[in-house]
């Protein structure tokens, strides 16, 4: 590859796959017929692998390559495959192709790879059939595994009763073959895997032996506190190892430690090695190639002020090519990429792109429904329990039904087709789809509606997997007729559907950015190098919030002089307009167009704008408990951070200092982790150590969560003889004033439990990990612009995976510590991120709002406003008309929600979508 950016040329060399992917429906077909069996490269008995690999995209299966171990390529010896393709979609004589490419910029995506314990004989895997990795245990899990959803053991194919999963298989350990860094993902999906266990099988025991947990994420605490808390589940804080198999049972032996019992061995029918994550088997491959510099440990070598670069300009990168990193991570940082991007190439944007052309709708309005219904198999998800065969027998014995098939996965692109052609070919005027939830695939529905020239309207989705098989999953003859109540239903609610039509609004091309931190800041610049205005408010006299406070980070970035070189970025860029001491009085209008009135500078001013980012940052936590605000020896770590920067004497040559992790987080008051905190207490102890080598310091910590790769600063300070001692919340540390040699100290009292007995530590600085809250003015912002909290009252997003920085009230974003706590690098992904789904809204000129709207009948209201109060959107209003005043709803801010349908004393608002016909239809076919 060679170029610069804005214009790459590059050689690509594409491996025949032997498959036509336009001809191929994914049917599997091949696959089932396929001769050739070899090993699975995790597992010797989990997968019978083909030469005919299927991959899976959203559940789609999609036929990807057939491999050289085919026996026609290596001797011409089979030809089953093509012969059984009712598509013709095998080719054999495919070659490889070279492609000569032109691009503006690249995003490097490569993922990673799963740790192989078959470099380590101890783990015993590959020679022990019910040792199994991680990964093995999620194919086990899935409906679509070897054994369609049961968890069954390789050797006798037996549910196993007593399951044990080792944590940091391959990571946070310097032995030759193992990763130094922590991983950060295993211990939640390990959680995950035990939850679905339990729920697999009641009475299965499970037992986790790991270090530390580091359920460090969003909502993470409390998810471990849910798997902790099942019956027959115990965590257990020890290394294990595997001992032995037993040849007759071919159970598993571990050996382990606790400090009550000491070493111990003890049997499990499967253990799970829960593997940590490798960079991607070809990073040095792609380091050469494209030319860009790596870490120590293989993935890209981080850029502190844009984690989203590499040493490359115009090349990027995303997800877990970064380092370790959990989905909605990978998802922001996939979004952020693509708002660099568009800063690179603003100039291109729209160039390339070509509208869609639907054909007519017809007018069906006055035909007698004619009603088809597609039953999705969902692979096994749901055909593992419901009779899907039955199903659609059944189905078509309904009033209105005039056709009813079954499909593999009906939002396959073969499948949509054919829902197309068959509503054509049948003359349908109404389709169910009997899947899953309308959450997700909805839109996709309603498009092949579209395709069809029917309104998209016509389509109702009967949820027959989250609201019948997964919950049924031990009831199947129960379940099927529960799917059969649920599509009758549907098909009753059909019938009364009426056609719909959006309207396309315009869009304000102005954003407004709440919050002047990193955070903000971050994202008001990306948005305005992409051609876009930004109105940036800010609360504060000066820019930069929490940032101001920290002069350095872990990884030795220095915070202020990065912080200046932002906010003169902002300062200097003419698209960019600050509004400083500025309070939010009021927030009107919708997505595209919102109005919003600020105070700032003793004047007010309306901002339009078409939409909003919420970056308002976080607080500290200022303590009550251990002496803080009583004794001028107590600080926080955000406090002692400042005290080292000043070079505070009393502070760095302390003999004595002693660090209290937890806070006023994790507990029952703030029941989750501040994930920066343990970052920060290294970070402080090796500055310390640095500059005073004498210095003794001691941490207190519950479980250190030094994630990812900041696991090699939590090994240095060990080896710096920093003092790392564990403490439960039934026994805190408790601190006092003491006397010691004639001057005053801080004596903390805190059990050990390796030695087994109470430790007095006398220090002469106190720090504290304060919790990070949510800032005060949470609260007021979340009601103006109308968003949701979390139970922990930081931003709620739209959904933690799919839209990790949308909130549910359309036009309006969040990044930074207001959504969770996260160290600087995470919310400068994220503020990228929140600029790339930004310009998504802000580069079209319209956007379409939906036809499932609230409408008055004027000559039943009686104009009670019982209506106005329950809306939460401020979309009802009373307008004069010639009967009197009558409460009217603006489509524009509707969001459908039938709040106000509900509480009409009279029934004088109807909401579109959602009749009473409709519902009434659904009632009486459930009777």
């Known amino acids: 590859m060679e170029g610069e950016a804005g214009d790459f040329k590059a050689t690509l060399i594409t491996k025949p796959r032997y498959i036509i992917e336009e001809k191929c429906t994914g049917c599997t077909t091949c696959v089932e017929y396929c001769p050739v069996q070899y090993p699975d490269p995790f597992n010797q008995e989990i997968s019978d692998n083909k030469a005919v690999h299927v991959f899976f995209s959203q559940a789609i299966p999609l036929v990807s390559y057939i491999d050289e171990s085919c026996l026609f390529l290596k001797e011409q010896k089979c030809d089953i495959c093509r012969g059984v393709c009712q598509?013709?979609?095998?080719?054999?004589?495919?070659?490889?192709?070279?492609?000569?490419?032109?691009?503006?910029?690249?995003?490097?995506?490569?993922?990673?790879?799963?740790?192989?314990?078959?470099?380590?004989?101890?783990?015993?895997?590959?020679?022990?059939?019910?040792?199994?990795?991680?990964?093995?245990?999620?194919?086990?899990?899935?409906?679509?595994?070897?054994?369609?959803?049961?968890?069954?053991?390789?050797?006798?194919?037996?549910?196993?009763?007593?399951?044990?999963?080792?944590?940091?298989?391959?990571?946070?350990?310097?032995?030759?073959?193992?990763?130094?860094?922590?991983?950060?993902?295993?211990?939640?999906?390990?959680?995950?895997?035990?939850?679905?266990?339990?729920?697999?099988?009641?009475?299965?025991?499970?037992?986790?032996?790991?270090?530390?947990?580091?359920?460090?994420?969003?909502?993470?605490?409390?998810?471990?506190?849910?798997?902790?808390?099942?019956?027959?589940?115990?965590?257990?804080?020890?290394?294990?190892?595997?001992?032995?198999?037993?040849?007759?049972?071919?159970?598993?032996?571990?050996?382990?430690?606790?400090?009550?019992?000491?070493?111990?061995?003890?049997?499990?029918?499967?253990?799970?090695?829960?593997?940590?994550?490798?960079?991607?088997?070809?990073?040095?491959?792609?380091?050469?190639?494209?030319?860009?510099?790596?870490?120590?440990?293989?993935?890209?070598?981080?850029?502190?002020?844009?984690?989203?670069?590499?040493?490359?300009?115009?090349?990027?990168?995303?997800?877990?090519?970064?380092?370790?990193?959990?989905?909605?991570?990978?998802?922001?940082?996939?979004?952020?990429?693509?708002?660099?991007?568009?800063?690179?190439?603003?100039?291109?944007?729209?160039?390339?792109?070509?509208?869609?052309?639907?054909?007519?709708?017809?007018?069906?309005?006055?035909?007698?429904?004619?009603?088809?219904?597609?039953?999705?198999?969902?692979?096994?998800?749901?055909?593992?329990?419901?009779?899907?065969?039955?199903?659609?027998?059944?189905?078509?014995?309904?009033?209105?039904?005039?056709?009813?098939?079954?499909?593999?996965?009906?939002?396959?692109?073969?499948?949509?087709?054919?829902?197309?052609?068959?509503?054509?070919?049948?003359?349908?005027?109404?389709?169910?789809?009997?899947?899953?939830?309308?959450?997700?695939?909805?839109?996709?529905?309603?498009?092949?509606?579209?395709?069809?020239?029917?309104?998209?309207?016509?389509?109702?989705?009967?949820?027959?997997?989250?609201?019948?098989?997964?919950?049924?999953?031990?009831?199947?003859?129960?379940?099927?007729?529960?799917?059969?109540?649920?599509i009758r239903m549907s098909v009753a609610r059909a019938r009364y559907l009426e056609p719909l039509q959006e309207f396309d609004l315009p869009v304000n091309k102005t954003a407004l950015v709440v919050g002047g931190g990193i955070a903000g800041m971050t994202c008001a610049l990306s948005i305005a190098n992409q051609g876009h205005e930004v109105q940036l408010v800010e609360k504060d006299k000066d820019l930069g919030g929490m940032a101001r406070r920290l002069p350095t980070t872990l990884e030795g970035m220095d915070v202020l002089a990065y912080l200046n070189d932002v906010i003169r970025a902002v300062y200097q860029n003419p698209r960019i307009h600050v509004s400083h001491e500025a309070a939010i009085t009021n927030v009107a209008g919708y997505v595209g167009n919102f109005i919003t009135t600020v105070e700032t500078e003793g004047r007010a001013k309306e901002i339009k704008h078409g939409a909003s980012v919420l970056a308002i940052g976080a607080d500290e936590y200022k303590p009550s408990e251990y002496l803080y605000g009583e004794n001028d020896k107590v600080f926080t770590h955000l406090e002692l951070g400042e005290e080292i920067a000043k070079g505070n004497e009393a502070v760095i040559n302390a003999e004595s200092l002693v660090m209290i992790q937890c806070v006023g987080s994790r507990d029952e008051n703030r029941n989750y982790c501040s994930r920066v905190c343990c970052s920060h207490a290294v970070k402080n102890a090796l500055k310390l150590k640095k500059i005073n080598p004498d210095m003794r310091i001691y941490i207190l910590f519950r479980d250190m969560r030094t994630y990812g790769l900041r696991e090699d600063y939590y090994r240095e300070a060990s080896e710096q003889d920093i003092k790392f001692i564990r403490y439960t919340p039934e026994d805190k540390p408790v601190v006092e004033v003491a006397k010691e040699g004639g001057k005053d100290i801080l004596r903390i009292t805190v059990p050990d439990p390796i030695l087994g007995q109470r430790l007095e530590l006398d220090a002469d600085v106190l720090s504290l990990a304060a919790a990070v809250i949510p800032s005060a003015s949470t609260d007021e912002v979340a009601r103006l612009f109308k968003v949701a909290l979390s139970p922990d009252d930081f931003f709620k997003e739209a959904h933690v995976k799919l839209k990790p920085v949308e909130f549910a009230a359309d036009g309006v974003y969040l990044c930074g510590t207001d959504h969770y706590p996260k160290h600087i690098q995470e919310t400068i992904n994220q503020a990228y991120g929140a600029a790339g789904r930004v310009l998504t809204l802000l580069s079209h000129d319209t956007v379409i709002a939906s036809g499932a709207v609230c409408e008055v009948k004027e000559i039943d209201c009686v104009s009670c406003g019982a209506c106005i109060t329950a809306c939460t959107y401020g979309a009802i209003e009373f307008i004069d008309t010639p009967k009197g005043k009558k409460a009217w709803v603006n489509p524009v801010l509707c969001k459908g929600d039938g709040l106000c349908n509900a509480k009409c004393p009279t029934n004088a608002i109807v909401l579109k979508h959602f009749t009473d016909e409709e519902i009434y239809g659904q009632i009486d076919a459930a009777a």
Request: charged share 25%; with cysteine; glycine share 6%.
């Open 87 to 486: 598509a013709d979609a095998i080719d054999f004589k495919q070659t490889a192709q070279k492609v000569e490419i032109s691009v503006g910029t690249i995003i490097l995506s490569s993922g990673i790879t799963p740790f192989d314990p078959t470099v380590k004989d101890e783990y015993g895997y590959g020679k022990m059939q019910n040792v199994v990795t991680s990964m093995d245990y999620e194919r086990l899990l899935s409906s679509t595994g070897p054994y369609e959803g049961e968890v069954l053991r390789i050797s006798d194919k037996k549910h196993p009763k007593k399951i044990a999963w080792i944590q940091c298989v391959g990571s946070r350990r310097v032995t030759e073959g193992d990763n130094s860094y922590c991983s950060g993902v295993c211990c939640t999906y390990t959680q995950k895997q035990v939850i679905l266990t339990k729920d697999h099988e009641a009475e299965a025991e499970c037992t986790i032996f790991h270090n530390d947990i580091r359920s460090h994420g969003k909502d993470f605490e409390r998810y471990f506190q849910r798997a902790e808390q099942l019956p027959g589940v115990e965590f257990i804080r020890s290394y294990a190892s595997i001992v032995r198999e037993i040849p007759e049972s071919k159970n598993v032996v571990v050996r382990y430690a606790t400090t009550d019992d000491g070493v111990k061995e003890e049997e499990f029918e499967m253990v799970v090695l829960s593997v940590g994550l490798n960079p991607p088997a070809a990073s040095k491959e792609l380091s050469e190639k494209f030319g860009i510099e790596l870490n120590s440990h293989g993935f890209n070598k981080e850029i502190a002020s844009n984690p989203i670069a590499t040493s490359r300009p115009g090349i990027f990168v995303s997800g877990a090519f970064q380092g370790p990193t959990d989905i909605p991570e990978s998802v922001f940082t996939a979004s952020g990429a693509s708002a660099q991007i568009g800063e690179l190439l603003d100039y291109r944007r729209g160039k390339l792109a070509k509208e869609r052309i639907y054909p007519t709708e017809r007018d069906v309005s006055e035909e007698e429904p004619r009603i088809g219904v597609f039953v999705c198999h969902c692979g096994a998800n749901i055909s593992s329990v419901v009779n899907v065969p039955s199903t659609v027998e059944y189905v078509l014995t309904l009033p209105n039904v005039v056709y009813a098939q079954e499909q593999l996965f009906s939002c396959a692109t073969n499948s949509a087709q054919e829902i197309t052609d068959l509503a054509k070919e049948k003359g349908l005027n109404r389709v169910v789809i009997a899947a899953c939830s309308p959450r997700t695939l909805e839109p996709l529905f309603r498009d092949t509606l579209r395709e069809a020239g029917l309104n998209q309207y016509y389509l109702d989705m009967a949820n027959i997997r989250e609201h019948c098989s997964w919950v049924h999953s031990k009831q199947k003859e129960d379940a099927t007729e529960k799917a059969k109540d649920i």
